[in-house]
């Protein structure tokens, strides 16, 4: 039995004009009711219990005005918290709301003398800063083009006033073209200054920053990035995610929802949430880092096609992946991959990642028993077959349109990703597939549809025999796009059917389709902590829980 925690205050307060029990420990801040009347023993009481660490801020209150409804009047009567003798202070803390959001919830306790009150105040901010983990100061880059192109907006309405209560200090970087905030974190950041960088964007912006940090991290340490067999540094710096683009599926999925207020709060507290990357390459050369989905053939093929039609917005990916659905593609190559071993559970497994998942928290400590087997080479699988798509799910890749993801059971951190094949299959069949990642069915359970759980895999296209080949075949296929685009649209019924797809990476095309993937565990850290469980929502929203 945990024994409780020593109280550090404890007094009679007035909240709204009525008595409360307040206590404050290193843990918690607690306030509770005075009985008045009959005490009714099956009447739960009006207790509060909020963690230090949930914290925001308290502040001294000057001049407040108190409000008191009057019944049965259609009129509200203002009593100046200035003619009682005492002072107050005015705690901001997380209180958490439905579909995992949080807000910035305020509660005002009314001292009956003013040395009370600043005995509170310097009690509450004394256990605040030992709280280390929090950040003070950030590098916030905003992307204006994202989205709706409402970054800027969203940052300065909802993110910076918290901030400023909180009192984080921002260095504040609005970019002004592609790969702006990449290219500042190679070179010009003086990451030394800050705690963390927030990016305020969509995932293609919080992609500029992985590949900024990770890169500057390497050059800092003297690796080289280029070799796929070279261990890379982890990243000390946490990244923070204010969503503000089109889908946001690495907040929604390190988070369980896409709302500025809840990241930004997630910042404030110094949640810390760790993450494996993907690192890409092709003969030995670095291409891109991976935190979500690597896909060839539908996806590949979806990506493709929509940025030939960007003027048409985001709609442009429901209209290319009809196109693609009806089209049909499939890809000739071989998936050679080496199979995770001494990991805890599947990808088919019915326990989501979570707040404080057990396997992750494991996998933290394992990882250089992983690199001794990926150098020692492990036991290599190969699977040769035509497929309509290979993916890899480092994540459960879910947002609101795919609550549960393409990998449902996939973890943030344990240093593996779910490799997803789809064989050939008519287009009937196909559709099933596609309708399960927004339904609750097993996402694998089709015959055409196999998954494995590895930490590196490698795919070589059916006709590439060398990087010339490669090439030429490419060209070759790019002219005859050009001769019949206007007539048949790639259809394979008219022979120009592609030998090639291209990959998508986290929504960037990659036109190599042999590549080399090798997983980090736990490379970057979030401000985050994973989607929690429903049942931490209901108790501590429940105004009886303690």
């Not at 108190?66 to 049965?72: A, L, M, P, Q």
């Not at 592609?178 to 290219?183: K, L, V």
């Not at 963390?196 to 992985?210: L, P, T, W």
Request: hydrophobic share 35%; aromatic share 8%; proline share 5%.
């Amino acid at each position: 039995m945990e024994r409780p925690s020593r109280l550090l205050l404890l007094s009679e307060l007035r909240v709204r004009k009525a008595a409360y029990e307040v206590s404050l420990s290193p843990q918690l801040l607690s306030w509770k009711r005075r009985s008045v009347g009959p005490v009714y023993p099956f009447r739960p009481g009006i207790c509060h219990s909020v963690a230090l660490s949930e914290v925001v801020c308290v502040t001294e209150e000057e001049g407040v005005s108190v409000k008191r409804e009057t019944r049965g009047s259609s009129w509200t009567k203002m009593e100046q918290a200035a003619e009682d003798s005492g002072r107050s202070f005015t705690v901001s803390y997380v209180e958490r709301s439905r579909c995992h959001r949080w807000r910035c919830a305020e509660v005002t306790f009314v001292c009956p003398e003013g040395a009370l009150c600043e005995r509170w105040i310097s009690s509450i901010r004394e256990q605040l800063s030992a709280l280390t983990c929090r950040p003070k100061q950030l590098l916030v880059y905003i992307n204006p083009y994202g989205g709706k192109q409402r970054g800027k907006q969203i940052y300065e309405q909802k993110v910076a006033p918290l901030f400023a209560r909180a009192g984080v200090s921002t260095q504040v970087i609005v970019t002004q073209y592609a790969n702006h905030a990449r290219d500042h974190l190679r070179t010009e950041a003086e990451l030394k200054k800050y705690d963390g960088v927030v990016c305020v964007g969509g995932d293609g912006m919080f992609s500029e920053i992985v590949h900024g940090l990770i890169w500057r991290t390497q050059m800092d340490g003297g690796v080289n990035p280029n070799s796929p067999d070279q261990t890379l540094l982890p990243c000390s710096l946490r990244i923070g995610i204010i969503p503000a683009g089109s889908t946001d599926c690495i907040c929604f999925t390190t988070v369980g929802t896409n709302d500025p207020v809840t990241s930004a709060l997630h910042i404030i507290v110094g949640d810390a949430q760790s993450m494996d990357v993907c690192s890409v390459h092709h003969d030995n050369m670095f291409l891109r880092y991976s935190v979500s989905l690597l896909g060839y053939g539908f996806y590949g093929d979806v990506l493709t096609d929509s940025e030939r039609k960007r003027w048409m917005g985001p709609a442009r990916y429901d209209f290319a992946g009809l196109k693609m659905f009806l089209t049909h593609h499939y890809y000739e190559g071989t998936v050679s991959f080496l199979p995770a071993r001494g990991t805890t559970g599947t990808p088919r497994d019915a326990t989501r990642c979570h707040s404080g998942c057990v396997v992750c928290q494991q996998k933290g400590g394992n990882d250089d028993a992983n690199e001794e087997e990926d150098t020692s080479g492990g036991q290599w699988r190969s699977i040769r077959g035509k497929f309509l798509a290979v993916n890899a799910a480092s994540v459960s890749c879910s947002c609101p349109r795919s609550p549960k993801g393409l990998s449902p059971a996939a973890h943030l951190a344990d240093g593996t990703t779910d490799l997803i094949l789809v064989r050939k299959c008519s287009r009937f069949h196909f559709l099933r597939h596609l309708l399960r990642h927004t339904s609750k069915d097993d996402q694998f359970d089709l015959t055409f549809v196999e998954v494995h759980r590895v930490r590196r895999f490698r795919f070589t296209p059916h006709h590439c025999q060398s990087d010339s080949d490669l090439e030429l075949d490419l060209l070759g296929n790019a002219k005859s796009h050009q001769i019949f685009s206007n007539i048949c649209s790639h259809h394979p019924a008219c022979s120009c059917g592609p030998s090639f797809s291209s990959w998508n990476c986290d929504g960037e095309i990659l036109h190599h389709a042999a590549i080399d993937v090798r997983v980090h565990c736990q490379l970057i850290k979030l401000f985050a902590r994973g989607i929690e469980e429903p049942p931490v929502f209901e108790e501590l929203t429940n105004p009886a829980a303690v």
